[in-house]
């Protein structure tokens, strides 16, 4: 049986907890070995776009599969991803991966805030007000107690519209600010979800707004052309996690210009996986400075995959085409 799953499905098909628990059991299984995770593959395409295709095999849940996306930020992105059991070799699904991405994305922030804020944590701020800032707002609200959250982003009306909604969604109160520093003021945990381009003056957050104790996740800038926080915010931060060192610092902007300062200091720097695995903790003491910062792994994309797999089998949602891929068998 091979499901195809449309954007409608998925969405319905993939609450926010249960991608938390996805994502955190991916990469507690990175952390055991048990997991393949070659580089992905960045292709250019002939008008100037991109073609990446991120592929994993997971083997004690016993699935595989991969991501490819391609397009242009410029004129928009279309995602899927494909899962795969690794025991009878079937093709289990494919399903378009524009909302899975924004919430596997969601998801791992949700995972790193588990592990690296502060138990006590009831005023979240949010830079950003799209669907990334959506969906990570829902993955810390999904492990943390939140009673207040505050939002910026430079439209007045997008981010007054995202109050109004996050507060219906959430039942919590959740207030529009006219600066990022107002938003962020007094925070416990930071949210930077927006869409960066590269201009100096659209870095969405500054390190200097930075208090002690607070938490940071950053999701935003995932190709070397695009920024969202500056070099301070790595540098000000005690201690930093990434979820995979060898892509960040690869391909996201805001890295390779820490690292150019010299405030990306790999003492203070880990994978997602030594925390989950436990050997390193999230944080040295309530008044540390933490910062995740997000580029998205296929462990990520593939077991949220499965678990929107699973839930369309409980629930019989989908469309089954039988078995798509004919078995080709080969002589002795």
């Not at 930020?73 to 795969?84: A, H, K, N, S």
Request: proline share 4%.
């Amino acid at each position: 049986m091979t499901l195809l799953l449309d954007a409608h499905d998925v969405e319905q098909l993939a609450p926010m907890p249960r991608l938390v628990e996805a994502v955190e059991r991916g990469v507690l299984e990175e952390a055991r070995g048990t997991v393949v995770l070659p580089p992905r593959m960045n292709l250019t395409m002939s008008n100037g776009g991109f073609f990446r295709v991120m592929p994993a095999l997971i083997h004690k849940s016993g699935v595989m599969g991969y991501k490819v996306f391609h397009g242009a930020i410029e004129q928009g992105v279309r995602y899927l991803i494909v899962i795969y059991s690794q025991q009878s070799g079937e093709l289990l699904a494919m399903m378009d991966a524009h909302y899975l991405t924004a919430a596997r994305t969601g998801a791992a922030t949700g995972v790193a805030t588990k592990y690296m804020a502060r138990r006590e944590t009831p005023h979240v701020a949010v830079i950003g007000s799209g669907l990334e800032a959506r969906t990570n707002l829902l993955g810390v609200v999904a492990v943390r107690n939140v009673k207040r959250v505050t939002v910026y982003s430079p439209n007045p009306e997008r981010r007054a519209d995202f109050a109004r909604r996050m507060s219906a969604e959430l039942g919590i109160e959740v207030t529009a600010k006219d600066t990022p520093e107002a938003c962020v003021r007094d925070a416990d945990i930071v949210v930077v979800a927006t869409n960066t381009t590269g201009r100096a003056a659209s870095i969405a957050y500054q390190g200097k707004w930075s208090q002690p104790g607070m938490h940071i996740n950053a999701i935003g800038s995932t190709m070397l052309r695009l920024r969202e926080i500056d070099p301070d915010t790595f540098g000000n931060a005690g201690r930093i996690v990434v979820d995979s060192r060898h892509q960040v610092e690869g391909e996201s902007g805001d890295v390779v210009a820490a690292i150019k300062e010299n405030k990306f200091p790999p003492e203070r720097v880990f994978e997602m996986k030594d925390v989950i695995g436990g050997s390193v903790p999230g944080r040295a003491d309530d008044r540390e400075i933490t910062l995740f910062k997000s580029v998205g792994t296929a462990i990520q994309d593939v077991m949220a995959g499965f678990a929107v797999y699973e839930e369309a089998v409980r629930t019989g949602r989908g469309r089954d085409v039988g078995e798509l891929l004919s078995l080709k068998q080969f002589g002795s």
